[in-house]
């Protein structure tokens, strides 16, 4: 499994920015993909899951701000992002959970400048 995530960059708070996340080896089909994010000097912590049926879940912190959504036609699972805050600063990882392992991507930095 390999995931490859992009769309980040540095934006002015109040943007808005889309990330995507390429799978080869697997599909987002499945139960367990999910965006999560690292802050420098925190820990990675979950943004948003979704699930083979299309469940969904978000940190209290990126409700209604943040979608997460997967097309199955290119095999890519996506972050829309808006309103983006300072503090939404952080390398952004997709994962996906198979066999009982957890596979990251190699994430993509977003800065939001004030």
């Known amino acids: 499994v390999q995931l490859q995530a992009s769309g980040g960059g540095l934006v002015q708070a109040g943007g808005s920015l889309r990330l995507s996340c390429k799978a080869s080896g697997t599909t987002f089909r499945f139960n367990g993909n999910g965006w999560y994010r690292q802050a420098p000097g925190k820990q990675r912590e979950l943004v948003a899951n979704i699930s083979s049926g299309g469940d969904t879940i978000y940190a209290d912190s990126v409700k209604d701000r943040f979608t997460i959504s997967r097309d199955n036609r290119v095999n890519t699972m996506n972050l829309q992002m808006v309103s983006l805050k300072p503090e939404d600063t952080a390398r952004y990882y997709c994962?996906?959970?198979?066999?009982?392992?957890?596979?990251w991507g190699q994430g993509t930095l977003v800065t939001v400048s004030s």
């Open positions: 994962s996906v959970v198979r066999w009982g392992r957890t596979f």
